[in-house]
């Protein structure tokens, strides 16, 4: 966060929203690798390679684990137990946030000039809207470490289900409400959602991918360090 451009710095403080200088940078022992809770969940965080909007390996992300709060690794195991039943498996593209990644995707929000990009992860929506539109926020509960972004896949044969929309596609096809896919797609995407709820998740209404349990232990406090 300390290298944040001025101009989107200045924009989060009058906005009086926490920095990630705000946030806690220890990791408390209620944090939990879900590697250890979700034995056969598989990992694909994005935001540790390039294969996501940035384009590049996201501030905060030295390795590619998934952490959460214990009450939300353990919900989740649930979550996997009774996908299990169903044939289906668990692909987590991220869990707690560090700060100061979601200040680097304040600092590319704020380039207009980085349309990199553009085709294949914002075609619908103007750059210099994504903020406005809740596609890019200024604080994410993904901080909190109970916040996680997953989807489906078949246990037979290791592809996902088709939701309509990649993970992160910041358009309104991917509202997980949105009439714009097909009765199958929209199934698949209830079949999550229902899945997620039993076991106590809440859904975010921008992405279908997105939950955050509802008694999250850290409502109001955003943390820092690390994925190490």
Known sequence: MDRLVKPAALAL???????????????PDLFVDVAGVVPDAVFD???FGTQNFVGARVDGYGAARCFLTRPAAEALAGVAAD????????????CYRPARAV?????????????RSKAAYYPDVDKKDLFAEGYIAARSGHSRGSTLDLTLFSSATGADLDMGTPFDL???KSWPQSSAVSAAQKANRRLLADLMARHGFKPFDKEWWHFTLKSEPY???YFDFPIE
């Open 103 to 115: 200040a680097h995707f304040a600092r590319w929000a704020s380039d207009l000039a980085d349309t």
């Open 45 to 47: 965080v994005r935001y």
């Open 83 to 94: 996908a299990r039943k169903q044939g289906l498996g668990l692909r987590i593209f991220d």
């Open 13 to 27: 403080s009058l906005a009086g929203l926490p920095l990630a200088a705000d946030a806690r940078t220890d990791r």
């Open 219 to 221: 409502p109001d406090t």
């Open 170 to 172: 910041f358009s309104p």
